[in-house]
């Protein structure tokens, strides 16, 4: 297959996750935490609904901070109870007054600290002045003088908002109490508000999926994400946070949170306006394939939908330089492998795919975890099995572990590197495009995972427009 020519996607310093994006590492159990007030043995998370917190995704819960909170409580020996609190404002309300054990991601301010104590910080992130291309760039805070803002009520946008009020005392803005902050990012691609601030890795995730979404500059200084714990006198679950986070680090748990919910987010955005008319031109021509072949061979039929358009943008007559055809674009060989023997037909070309993804997913060493295993096996797809296990062997020979795909994509590019292919037992392989190639499915995925989750009104506005109203 040949791949098609896209940019490199770099991950952030910030993280999901996708479907798949599960957490799967388990911690050793240390004795159980009995929580002073109560004997209940769960714990008790309050958070904010939204693609960086918690959300329902189609397997189940989702989003890096129910990740974490999950895998504290099992750290912990406790149950877990996340507690959805609307308001940014009423979250620390709701933990002064007791009703949870900490609050998940949110970012450390001054007046936050009068009322909490926090755990270790695990991020670093800015406020992000959101405007929408097309439309004038404001130049610097100066210039939003009497000029429309709405932010989230009580967040820490409002707050960065607030320290310009010292040097811009006409500087104005309207809190907000019954939207989130990609709400009001939703508002601003759709032209419906001018402006908005909000944390840098909200707006980085939303941007995925309202592309004409651009930072104008930042807003104060960079704050730290943490998890929020009541100020009392007993502190053995805010002892526990410490010992945990320093795990999370120390295995490389923590990074891969980071990478898996954040690590597809740059992107070219013009590509993503051609991809939501395709959605909404094409796709439905094949869903029901997709459907019916992920449900034979145990794929998500979205993942299948997004190998798709990368390999053939949902064009059944597809053809590459090389020969390789149809919506699966697959060679020859594939074909003869899987039993396909029209390569044109849309309904052989995706079964014919999903058969080979499986075989390829089969065909890894079993204690690959997922979604891992996922991300191989489309490397797999694109550059074949037998140039994945030398990138793992690589992976392996420089101490990385081989079974994270955050360790075997960094080793990936080396197979374009005369000093490392000529060690390797298969040879020269583009690696670097194989990189490319799973990041970019990833973003396509998640953009159908996206839409499914998107309330009617939004959903029916993402794809009756092909481009977003000014």
Request: aromatic fraction near 10%; glycine fraction near 6%; charged fraction near 20%.
């Amino acid at each position: 297959m040949v791949p098609h020519p896209i940019l490199r996607t770099l991950a952030l310093a910030a993280l999901a996750a996708v479907m798949l994006d599960g957490c799967s590492s388990r911690h050793a159990q240390p004795k159980l935490v009995r929580l002073p007030d109560q004997k209940r043995g769960e714990l008790v998370v309050l958070t904010r609904t939204g693609p960086t917190t918690y959300y329902e995704g189609a397997q189940g819960p989702a989003g890096m901070e129910y990740d974490m909170a999950r895998d504290f409580a099992d750290y912990l020996g406790l149950k877990l109870k996340i507690k959805i609190i609307a308001r940014d404002r009423g979250l620390m309300q709701a933990l002064a007054a007791g009703e949870g054990d900490l609050v998940a991601g949110i970012a450390i301010t001054s007046a936050r600290k009068q009322e909490a104590r926090f755990g270790p910080p695990y991020q670093v992130i800015h406020e992000d002045l959101v405007y929408r291309a097309g439309t004038r760039k404001p130049g610097n805070a100066r210039a939003l003088i009497g000029r429309p803002i709405e932010v989230v009520a009580g967040s820490s946008a409002a707050a960065a908002l607030a320290g310009l009020r010292p040097t811009l005392p006409h500087l104005a803005w309207t809190d907000t109490t019954h939207m989130q902050a990609d709400e009001l990012l939703f508002l601003v691609w759709q032209g419906l508000l001018r402006f908005t601030v909000a944390d840098s890795n909200v707006v980085a995730v939303n941007r995925r999926y309202y592309p004409a979404l651009r930072v104008a500059f930042t807003v104060g200084p960079p704050r730290e994400l943490a998890w929020a714990f009541p100020k009392k006198r007993d502190t053995k679950l805010y002892r526990a946070a410490f010992r945990f986070f320093a795990q999370l680090r120390r295995s490389g748990q923590l990074a891969d949170l980071i990478a898996r919910y954040y690590g597809v987010t740059r992107f070219n955005y013009v590509h993503i306006h051609t991809y939501l008319r395709r959605v909404r031109v094409a796709l439905p021509l094949y869903a029901p394939l997709f459907r019916s072949a992920g449900a034979r061979y145990h794929i998500p039929w979205r993942l299948l939908a997004a190998v798709s358009y990368q390999e053939s943008r949902w064009h059944a007559n597809a053809e590459s330089p090389t020969g390789v055809q149809g919506l699966m674009m697959l060679t020859n060989d594939t074909c003869l492998s899987v039993g396909v023997t029209d390569r044109l037909n849309p309904r052989q070309s995706i079964d014919g795919g999903a058969r080979y993804l499986r075989a390829l997913l089969d065909a890894l060493p079993s204690d690959i975890p997922q979604p891992d295993r996922t991300w191989m096996a489309l490397a797999a797809y694109n550059i074949g099995l037998n140039h994945l296990e030398d990138a793992r062997w690589l992976t392996r020979e420089q101490g990385a572990n081989p079974d994270r795909w955050t360790d075997v994509e960094q080793r990936l590019p080396l197979l374009e590197d005369p000093w490392w292919f000529r060690k390797t037992r298969y040879g020269y392989a583009p690696g670097y495009t194989a990189v490319q190639y799973v990041n970019r499915i990833r973003v396509y995925y998640r953009i159908l995972r996206h839409l499914r989750q998107t309330s009617g009104a939004t959903r029916s506005l993402l794809f009756q427009l092909s481009e977003p109203a000014i």
